[in-house]
């Protein structure tokens, strides 16, 4: 404590100024960071529904004619999407019809359950599930799986950043701060 009372005026007063900066800085980067992921995370989720509901769209033929070999092929397509990591198709009967893996690897994958409309997150991989329908009757169901390295990352990137401006912007201000005071004095 004793070391406080010995600053100067100028030194007390660039302090509060650097400390002040310090809070605005960290409380503005959590939040743009923050929005970020939920954004992010967002438009993660939308992309995937937009795909569930064109495979959907795309697999009505197959499954109302019960040819598993091109729902695969349709499931297939997803191979386009390098963060799809499973997907397959249910009939009505909640029965796997189809399935696609990225990791080829034999008996690999174990479809879950079919279930209901919905997303969630589970163990750093997104969960989708979207019914298919046909002249506005259940026919199926389609399942993805995608994991979330993309959104780490970008997290990981965009805190890369924030420290590099934080930086930056506390250099700026000591520099200014040591201006200011020095005209003041």
């Not at 499954?63 to 999407?81: C, M, N, V």
């Not at 019809?97 to 479809?111: E, I, Q």
């Not at 879950?112 to 969960?127: E, K």
Request: net charge neutral; glycine share 6%.
């Amino acid at each position: 404590m004793h070391w406080r009372r010995d600053l100067s005026i100028r030194q007390k007063l660039q302090g509060i100024v650097m400390v002040t900066c310090v809070a605005a800085l960290v409380v503005a980067t959590v939040v743009f960071t923050f929005y970020d992921r939920v954004t992010s995370l967002r438009a993660k989720t939308q992309d995937l529904v937009v795909s569930a509901e064109m495979i959907g769209t795309i697999s009505t033929a197959a499954l109302t004619f019960h040819d598993p070999g091109s729902a695969r092929e349709i499931l297939h397509a997803l191979q386009a999407k390098q963060h799809v990591i499973n997907a397959c198709i249910y009939d009505s009967d909640g029965k796997v019809f189809a399935k696609y893996s990225r990791d080829a690897a034999p008996g690999g994958f174990s479809p879950p359950p079919a279930q209901g409309n919905g997303t969630t997150i589970v163990a750093r991989h997104m969960i989708l599930f979207q019914n298919i329908v046909l002249d506005r009757d259940y026919i199926g169901t389609i399942y993805i799986e995608a994991d979330l390295r993309d959104l780490d990352e970008r997290l990981l990137r965009f805190v890369e950043i924030d420290f590099l401006v934080l930086l930056g912007s506390l250099v700026v201000a000591f520099v200014l701060s040591c201006c200011n005071l020095r005209v003041a004095t």
